[in-house]
């Protein structure tokens, strides 16, 4: 049995796109209905006919569904719960897809008291925004973190869990506060730290802008990969997890002034132990298919 029969999804963007894309998929006889405050975005779904229903307001897209995923930034969920509110079916779960839980679930909690609430992060990306940039595979062998509220009904955690399974995800069962510290240190952090470093290397000012991108093989591209990433979704993020990245960037810091040390004082083995370390974690992330294997991930060196 489907996990849910009328499946709205809220904010059709890179990965509202690919819910409903994988949901087509997965679950073709499942109705979906989709809505995005940008009516050129609605166009765009419409033409790549995406759903099976377009609507043109946020109320008007959960009448009768039995799930309502929400897929915007995390700074706008709980406006748009705020705008559906009134037309919300009693019996449908919501849920959400954003890289915060801790503030996701305080929002859509204010907005929508009483009803049943379910947040989940779907831990799979890319640096591009936009109805064209998803795809159905998207979810496929990644996790899915579903953070249900102390107290949350069963049932309903499981269905959510299922309908991802049903995406190709793998399902995680985390406390909201929990997630938001794991994601600060794999996922806010690095970010942040490939914000700096490629904001910096642009502003040198003995090296030139061509230097960077000339020799950006050395390292610096794989940071712009990351940098490119969605600046208004990025800022949501930071603004709304902010306890748990600034402990995390406390500690890095710290950890990074250390290193300073070691280089000042010569401590190449310090400097050894420490790159020695880090090789075998990348080695734990593809032995656990988290990446692609293929040398310089898979760049294509020839010709
Ligand atoms: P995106 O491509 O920019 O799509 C977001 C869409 O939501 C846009 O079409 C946007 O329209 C629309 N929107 C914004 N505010 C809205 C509102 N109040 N009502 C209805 N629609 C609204 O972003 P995304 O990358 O798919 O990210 C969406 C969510 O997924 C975020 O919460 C993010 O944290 C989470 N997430 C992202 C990734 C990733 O790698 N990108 C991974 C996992 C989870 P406008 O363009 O007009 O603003």
Redesign the pocket.
């Known amino acids: 049995m489907l996990p849910f029969a009328r499946i709205t999804i ?9 819910v409903a894309r994988a949901t087509r998929k997965a679950m073709p006889t499942a109705r979906i209905t989709a ?4 009516p ?2 609605r166009e765009t779904v419409r033409a790549l006919d995406l759903a099976d229903d377009v609507a043109d307001t ?1 109320g008007a897209s959960v009448i009768d569904a039995d799930f309502v995923i ?8 709980g ?2 719960a705020a ?1 559906f509110a009134d037309d919300l079916p009693g019996d449908a779960i919501v849920s ?5 839980k801790g503030s ?1 679930l305080a929002a859509l909690t204010e907005a929508l008291p009483g009803a049943t609430i379910i947040p989940a ?11 064209e ?2 795809f159905a595979t998207l979810f496929q062998k990644r996790w899915c973190i579903v953070t249900p509220p102390e107290g949350a009904d069963a049932l309903a955690v499981e269905r959510v869990a299922e309908f991802w399974r049903r995406l190709g995800a793998d399902v995680e069962l985390m406390a909201p506060d929990h997630h938001d510290r794991v994601l600060a240190v794999t ?1 806010h952090l690095p970010h942040l730290i490939a914000y700096t470093i490629v904001g910096t290397a642009s502003d040198l000012e003995e090296v030139t802008q061509s230097e960077v991108i000339k020799y950006s093989a050395g390292g610096f591209r794989d940071f712009t990969r990351i940098a490119a ?2 600046p ?3 800022r ?2 930071f603004l709304t997890n902010r306890e748990a990245v600034l402990e995390m960037l406390q500690r890095f810091s710290e950890d990074l002034s250390q290193l300073q040390r070691a280089i000042r004082w010569g401590k190449g083995d310090e400097l050894f132990d420490l790159f020695s370390r880090t090789r075998t974690i990348r080695r734990s992330i593809i032995d656990q298919g988290q990446d692609d294997a293929r040398e310089d991930f898979g760049r294509n060196h020839e010709g």
């Open positions: 809220i904010g059709i963007g890179l990965i509202g796109s690919s809505y995005d405050a940008d050129a975005v946020a929400l897929c915007v930034p995390v700074g706008a969920m406006a748009v705008e959400d897809v954003g890289s915060c996701v992060h779907p831990v799979a990306g890319t640096e591009r925004s936009g109805p940039a998803g996922s990433s969605d208004t979704m990025w949501d993020v």
